[in-house]
């Protein structure tokens, strides 16, 4: 069953991907994104240029949705400011035009003392304020859903493929060309990815059966879940040469993190990389019979192509 999808933040890491997700799939897609934007949007579908900041102009756009996927998102150091706010916006688009409401979940939530397995059943005890902030939307999105709107919440890792860069572009592969690697943490601790490519048609089947789904529909996706030292080896095995492991100086963005706005908000979520930590997506094999999954080798590798690291290196 496809229909009308609204992609807020269509330009954005994970907003592109799902759009091209629902095109591929056969839904008549909408691609919401600021003008400025417009050339980063996916090919194929309808642009709708529009700050999401303006509800009412954004809540016409859905008009006719059957589904809005809420990929908005803003740089680190802006959260306090603008996500429950636009976490408002997509509640007002979905509600408006009696579309499911899809957005991406992270592990922020969790906290510091979060066990190794994550589930649907696992307590949220948020100990940064991004986990406490990501707490408060799921909190309002489910008092939405037991007020008649649906909701469905992917809880995934963090991002890679599809272009997305995040982590690996920006600290990884940073100093590639110099032969060296940098990871945020010990090499033996366990941390998941989410690969875009993977996770985008994941939304599109769960929407696809959105008919049988619970009003609050809360899934966890398990992505690839590596080790640090599993993923430099992949790293090196896919360029094909070896590299100088170092390890992120956390000190040095602390010592920085008053003046600089971004580095204190990292350091808020430092303990992601020291803490072992998995998603298990039982809930979501059960509902969808299989989940889409790329092995962790081809995934990276192709991550890498696409980012021209390969070419760099």
């Given at each position: 069953m496809s229909g009308r999808v609204l992609v807020l933040g269509a330009a954005g890491r994970f907003g592109r991907v799902a759009a091209e997700a629902f095109r591929d799939a056969g839904?008549?897609?909408?691609?919401?994104?600021?003008?400025?934007?417009?050339p980063r949007v996916a090919p194929g579908t309808e642009v709708i240029t529009l700050d999401a900041r303006d509800t009412e102009s954004v809540v016409e756009a859905a008009r006719g949705a059957d589904v809005v996927v809420h990929a908005l998102n803003v740089p680190f150091s802006q959260w306090q400011a603008e996500a429950f706010g636009l976490a408002e916006t997509a509640i007002?688009?979905?509600?408006a035009s009696g579309a499911l409401l899809m957005?991406?979940?992270n592990v922020y939530g969790y906290?510091?003392?979060?066990p190794e397995v994550l589930d649907e059943t696992t307590p949220m005890r948020p100990t940064s304020r991004k986990g406490a902030l990501r707490v408060a939307i799921e909190q309002r999105l489910r008092a939405e859903s037991e007020a008649g709107m649906r909701v469905v919440v992917v809880r995934a890792g963090d991002f890679y493929g599809g272009n997305a860069g995040g982590w690996i572009d920006r600290v990884v592969v940073n100093h590639i060309t110099h032969g060296r690697l940098a990871y945020p943490g010990p090499l033996d601790v366990i941390h998941p990815w989410a690969y875009l490519p993977d996770l985008a048609p994941t939304f599109v089947r769960l929407a696809e059966r959105r008919e049988?789904?619970?009003?609050?529909?809360d899934f966890g996706f398990?992505?690839?879940a590596v080790t640090g030292g599993e993923l430099t080896t992949a790293i090196a095995k896919a360029v094909g040469r070896s590299f100088k492991i170092d390890r992120m100086q956390w000190w040095m963005l602390r010592v920085l993190a008053p003046v600089v706005p971004i580095f204190r908000e990292l350091c808020e979520i430092d303990y992601l990389w020291k803490t072992p930590h998995r998603l298990d997506q039982r809930r979501l094999a059960a509902t969808l019979g299989s989940v889409?999954?790329?092995?962790f080798a081809a995934a990276l590798a192709a991550t890498l192509h696409d980012l021209g690291v390969t070419r760099r290196a």
């Open positions: 839904w008549q897609v909408a691609s919401l994104v600021r003008g400025s934007a417009t007002a688009t979905a509600r957005m991406p979940g906290g510091t003392g979060m049988a789904l619970p009003a609050f529909a398990a992505g690839h889409p999954h790329t092995p």
